[in-house]
Every structure is written in structure tokens, then in C-alpha cells.
């Protein structure tokens, strides 16, 4: 899919913050999981919890649409566009999100409709369920829709949250780390669950008047291998990132920054690390960043939030380090700094997300100056 389209705002809520200030947490390495108490034995009582904003006595479901407004209009203000005009369209992206622990008639698509009612749009919102995919794949369909004209600004908004039906689950699928999360690391064991929102004012690059971040390319792909497990062989994530590449009419070797999935399982990173091995030139100088043992793995909402994440990096032109990570594993041991800040050399870099399902989505960014 060819893309040119730029991110005119974004606003995150994270473990470690909000916006500006969980992007300096993340550079200087800070860990934002901490104890949450559970009615159920799990084989983690540890968490990454939103603390920034105020839940007060909110229900999973209030929880999760308060986020989304949250974000959705701290975007849609320094982006300074009207959310009720007609060409301002909307997509919205989550997992279960809340849907697991309350009995009712919600949905994905009733929670997103409420969130746009909230913002105050008109117009239906497009809802994406790609399981860990789905923050990504809303990026990569709002450029569609900004390609089809029928849009000039399209809000993007991913929330996921801390349930205790998904950290019973994980921890019962044996995905749920018994320590801490060490994507990359020769002793990962798996992943803990943390909750997050983000929203990005995507537009076409003529309408950004400002240095912004740049979608380039957007590819996706499905391996269909397995419900919970992806292709050990990794060529459906290689065909995602080609993808990708092919619509930005980009090499390889361009991109210096690949912010990997990297949720610390012994499966994911060890095929990501086969990708990373196979696409990229020995010796080349990529730099390999993972967020998850940092924020925990936010589900639905990782892919937009670590997409902000990736551009900021390229901004900075540094890279911080894998909180968790002590002793990378040896595929990818060259790629991996173990400290904050090392130098990019260039301004583009890949998004990578894995979901449940066979779910393979791959995002080009770049930060252009303007």
C-alpha cells in the first residue's frame, strides 16, 4: 500500500506517563510494572498500570472509554482540527479491551462508537480487532482512507487495559512471565500485561505544517499458523516487512532503527530474531529496541503507541535501551544497545507487531524536518 501521510498529534498513556514524559522515562531506562493484587493465583502478580490518570471507581468498560477520550482529545487539540466536521474520520483499535470481564452487550464497536460521540464526531468509526496487530493495522487502514480522499485528517485511537481474564489466561497459557519481562534476553520466560491508550491526528503530509513523524509504508500479513503461536519459520513476518518496504519504495538497507514486537516469550523473539537475521546485511548498523520490559505488553494498543514510540526515536536519532535485557541472545547480540542513546544512522525505521491469530503487521516511519 503506498502511503504519504504525516502525524500531525499524538497523545499516549503509558505505565511510565503521559505523552512527553513517558517518552524521557523510557530513555532513561525507567520500568513502569508493579504489584497488582489478584483474587486468583497467577504465575505474576506484577502489572503495568496506568497511574497517571485518575480511574476513581470507573468499571473496566467507563475505564476503557475514558482512556480513549482522554487521548483521542489531547490529539484532536494540537492538531487544532475540528472533530465534527465530516472529513474528519475515525479509527478506533483494542483485543478484548474490557469485553471479557463484563457480562452485557458491549462491543468493540459500541465502546468506539461512544468514544467518537464523546470527541465529539459525526462520522462512524472504523474498528479494528487484530488481536496484538490491531493499534498498527488502524494506522495503516486510516492512510487508506486518507488516500481514498475521503478524509483530511483521520483519528487513530488504541486503548488496551489490564484485565484480570487476560493475565488469567496468559498465565495459564504459560505466556506470562514467572519473573520479569527480558525481551531478547537468553533467560526470557515471557511477558507480563500492561495497559495503554494512544491516539495519533493522522493527515496528508501537505496539510502538516510542522517537523512531524511520516508513515511511509504500511504491510501486513497472516500466517494462519496457529491461534497463540506464529510461524517459527518467520516468513510471514518477512512478507509484512516487504511489504512495507515495497509500498514506500525503500531498501532495507534505509531503515536503522527496527522497534521489535519483542514480548520476551521464548517463541516470539526467537522468530523475530530469524527476520531480524535474515533481511537485514551482516554487520549492518541496525538497532534493535524492544518496550515491553518496560511497559509491559499493552495488547490491542502496543502498535499505535510503540509506532509514537519509533517516531520520537528517529527524532532523537538515539535509541534507549531493552529495560529487562542483560544478555541478548546471540542472533541479534550486535544489534541490541545496553545502554541509552545510540546513535541512528539514519531517519527511518520498521514497527514490528505479532498478534494472536497469524496477525503480522509491519510499519515504515520516518521524522522529517520541515
Known amino acids: ?9 499524538w497523545s499516549i498513556a503509558t505505565p511510565l506517563g503521559n ?22 493465583p497467577l504465575r505474576n502478580d506484577r502489572a503495568g ?23 483521542g482529545q489531547r490529539a484532536i487539540s494540537r492538531a487544532g482540527i475540528d472533530p465534527c466536521d465530516p472529513k474528519t474520520g475515525y479509527v478506533f483499535a483494542t483485543s478484548y479491551g474490557h469485553l471479557l470481564d463484563e457480562p452485557g452487550h458491549d462491543t468493540m464497536s459500541s465502546w468506539a462508537e461512544d468514544c ?5 464526531g459525526l462520522v462512524a468509526p472504523v474498528v479494528v480487532g487484530t488481536a496484538c496487530s490491531a493499534g498498527s493495522d488502524a494506522l495503516g487502514i486510516a492512510s487508506a482512507l ?13 486503548v488496551d487495559i ?21 525481551p531478547f534476553d537468553i533467560e526470557r520466560n515471557g511477558m507480563i500485561v500492561g495497559d495503554a491508550a494512544a491516539a495519533v491526528v493522522l493527515r496528508p503530509l501537505s496539510l502538516c505544517k510542522n517537523s512531524c513523524g511520516v508513515l511511509l509504508g504500511y504491510g501486513a500479513s497472516n500466517d494462519a ?42 517463541l516470539n523473539d526467537l522468530v523475530e530474531s530469524k527476520v531480524i537475521g535474515k533481511i537485514f546485511p551482516k554487520h549492518s548498523n541496525i538497532k534493535l529496541y524492544g518496550t515491553k520490559g518496560a511497559l509491559g505488553h499493552s495488547l490491542g494498543a502496543c502498535g499505535l503507541l510503540e509506532f509514537i514510540i519509533l517516531v520520537d526515536v528517529l527524532r532523537r536519532r538515539s535509541v534507549p535501551p531493552s529495560v529487562g535485557l542483560t544478555v541478548p541472545i546471540e542472533e541479534v547480540s550486535e544489534y541490541l544497545p545496553l545502554v541509552a542513546s545510540a546513535p541512528t544512522s539514519s531517519s527511518i525505521g520498521l514497527s514490528v507487531t ?3 491469530g497469524g496477525f503480522n503487521t509491519a510499519l515504515l516511519g520516518k521524522w522529517e524536518e520541515r
Open 1 to 9: 500500500m503506498t502511503v504519504t501521510a504525516g502525524v500531525a498529534a
Open 19 to 40: 505523552d512527553e514524559d513517558a517518552l524521557a522515562a523510557l530513555f532513561a531506562g525507567q520500568c513502569g510494572i508493579s504489584r497488582l493484587e489478584s483474587p486468583f
Open 49 to 71: 498500570i496506568i497511574s497517571s490518570v485518575a480511574r476513581n471507581d470507573a468499571t473496566l468498560s467507563e475505564w476503557q472509554r475514558q482512556l480513549g477520550k482522554l487521548v
Open 116 to 120: 467518537v460521540k464523546m470527541l465529539g
Open 146 to 158: 486518507l488516500a481514498g480522499g475521503q478524509y483530511d485528517a483521520v483519528v487513530v485511537v488504541a
Open 162 to 182: 489490564v484485565t484480570i481474564a487476560k493475565r488469567l489466561a496468559h498465565s495459564g497459557l504459560g505466556t506470562m512471565t514467572d519473573t520479569t519481562p527480558k
Open 225 to 266: 499458523a496457529g491461534l497463540t503461536a506464529p510461524d517459527q519459520s518467520g516468513e510471514s513476518v518477512e512478507l509484512a516487512i516487504r511489504r512495507a518496504l515495497m509500498a514506500a519504495s525503500t531498501e532495507i538497507n534505509d531503515v536503522s532503527v527496527y522497534l521489535a514486537h519483542g514480548t520476551s516469550t521464548h
Open 354 to 356: 505479532l498478534g494472536f
